[in-house]
């Protein structure tokens, strides 16, 4: 019996959050995708997403209690559309690999969701000068640097031709996106407060992370997204079509 992913409406809130874009050739996009999704392109290149965010609060919409779990979540995305059937393309995030700094989201999040959750330890200092981000799972050691100081650059061989350009396009849309073993997407349409959303670019010094070590990726830019309320709808179901 095939059970639902994303069956619950959670709500919480995004109150630190950094995201890490990369490009990839498209072939090498499609062979980490289902044939049921397509990368999103720009000038013949796709797009990767990792973010490092900390979850505030993180809760069923119907629980009683205002308080919830408060976690670091960080995960692999790349951006992709799907084509329902007798509907317009629905763009979002699919999900690769999901560390977490927490072992029941993790056996939770593996039970009811289709985001490949592992535990690991995630700190996060900040001074003046620099936020050191760390992620520790299974034997890899991950780490990002972010330089408060020096202001971002457009990297020489970026794809886009300006930081503003970059910006706009990739700005993610708010879906999360699935496949089922039945062929059906599974996708999780998320509420924020667009007019909310703040972010910034920020310079990144450093950045290493082991999942990426046999891919083709290429640093684009990263944002800085200032705390906003997230609601993640129950997932809904959609008869989709191959690309």
Not at 155 to 179: M, R
Not at 208 to 221: G, H, L
Request: aromatic share 12%; proline share 5%.
């Amino acid at each position: 019996m095939l059970i639902q992913k994303n069956p619950l409406t959670m709500l919480g809130t995004i109150s630190r959050c950094w995201l890490f874009v990369y490009k990839t050739p498209i072939s090498d996009a499609k062979r980490f995708l289902p044939p049921q999704l397509e990368p999103v392109q720009y000038n013949n290149y796709s797009f990767w997403n990792v973010v490092v965010c900390q979850v505030k609060n993180m809760r069923p919409q119907l629980c009683l209690l205002p308080m919830g779990i408060t976690y670091w979540h960080v995960a692999y995305r790349v951006y992709v559309r799907v084509r329902p059937r007798e509907n317009e393309n629905i763009e979002g995030l699919y999900f690769l690999r999901s560390d977490c700094n927490n072992s029941l989201i993790s056996m939770v999040g593996n039970l009811l969701t289709d985001f490949n959750f592992h535990t690991a330890k995630v700190s996060v200092h900040e001074n003046d000068q620099s936020i050191n981000i760390s992620i520790a799972s299974q034997g890899s050691n991950d780490q990002a640097i972010i330089n408060k100081v020096e202001q971002p650059l457009l990297l020489a061989d970026s794809v886009f031709n300006s930081l503003d350009e970059a910006s706009q396009f990739l700005k993610y849309k708010p879906n999360g996106i699935s496949i089922q073993r039945d062929g059906l997407a599974n996708i999780t349409h998320i509420v924020r407060d667009e007019q909310a959303w703040q972010s910034k670019l920020v310079y990144v010094e450093r950045a290493q992370w082991a999942y990426f070590k046999d891919k083709n990726v290429s640093f684009e830019i990263c944002y800085e997204v200032e705390p906003i309320a997230y609601q993640w709808n129950r997932a809904k179901i959609y008869k989709c079509e191959s690309f």
